[in-house]
Antibody
Framework: QVQLVESGGGVVQPGGSLRLSCAASGFTFSSYGMHWVRQAPGEGLEWVAFIRYDGSNKYYADSVKGRFTTSRDNSKNTLYLQMNNLRGEDTAVYYC?????????????WGQGTLVTVSS | QSALTQPASVSGSRGQSITISCTGTSSDVGAYNYVSWYQHHPGKAPKLMIY???KRPSGVSNRFSGSKSGNTASLTVSGLQAEDEADYFC??????????FGGGTKLTV
């Protein structure tokens, strides 16, 4: 069955960096685009980034553009989110999600999330 | 990009129908037929219920239907059942090649 397992979250100081990973299994990872979505405490969902199945196209929310970079290693079935210059407002649970079928913006599987806390 | 606007909560009795609205702008909901709805039970992963405004993925009950008028999309759940009680949130593609979510609506049956 499809599994998405995020890791790499933790506590980091403002201005610091963190790299999240999302290990995928149960499907042909190299055939599907992937997204990152986050949810701050007590808030709704916020879309963060998308990467095409082959890594050729990437899109970012304005709130993270220039600070966050998503990438993937299809040989390792792993998705990454490099987060630099972190701010307090980046504190959230970060989820990776697989696109549904051959669509771009719909998700059929989500990970359980990893918590990122930005605090001094 | 501002979040799409949803009511915080809606309620209905078993067997009744309810509708949840999702209001955006002419740059997202109003511009594209790329609206989706997710059902989210606490502690579980969200489930895709509607995509492309009114399409249902395989396995989703036909009691769930979607529609759109102008900048507002809607999810209708008919024949309410106890297991329908959950949070529901909408999402839309935007003119900036991004996605935007609604704040979520708690459905109480």
């Amino acid at each position: 069955q499809v599994q998405l397992v995020e890791s790499g979250g933790g506590v980091v100081q403002p201005g610091g960096s963190l790299r999240l990973s999302c290990a995928a299994s149960g499907f042909t990872f190299s055939s599907y685009g992937m997204h990152w979505v986050r949810q701050a405490p007590g808030e709704g969902l916020e879309w963060v980034a998308f990467i095409r199945y082959d890594g050729s196209n990437k899109y970012y929310a304005d709130s993270v553009k220039g600070r966050f970079t998503t990438s993937r290693d299809n040989s390792k079935n792993t998705l990454y989110l490099q987060m630099n210059n972190l701010r307090g407002e980046d504190t959230a649970v970060y989820y990776c999600a697989k696109v549904y079928d051959d669509t771009w913006g719909y998700f059929d599987y989500w990970g359980q999330g990893t918590l990122v806390t930005v605090s001094s | 990009q501002s979040a799409l606007t949803q009511p915080a909560s809606v309620s209905g009795s078993r067997g009744q129908s309810i509708t949840i609205s999702c209001t955006g702008t002419s740059s997202d909901v109003g511009a594209y037929n790329y609206v989706s709805w997710y059902q989210h039970h606490p502690g579980k992963a969200p489930k895709l219920m509607i995509y492309d405004v009114n399409k249902r993925p395989s396995g989703v009950s036909n009691r769930f239907s979607g529609s759109k008028s102008g900048n507002t999309a809607s999810l209708t759940v008919s024949g309410l059942q106890a297991e329908d009680e959950a949070d529901y949130f909408c999402s839309s593609y935007t003119s900036s090649n991004t996605l935007v979510f609604g704040g979520g609506t708690k459905l109480t049956v």
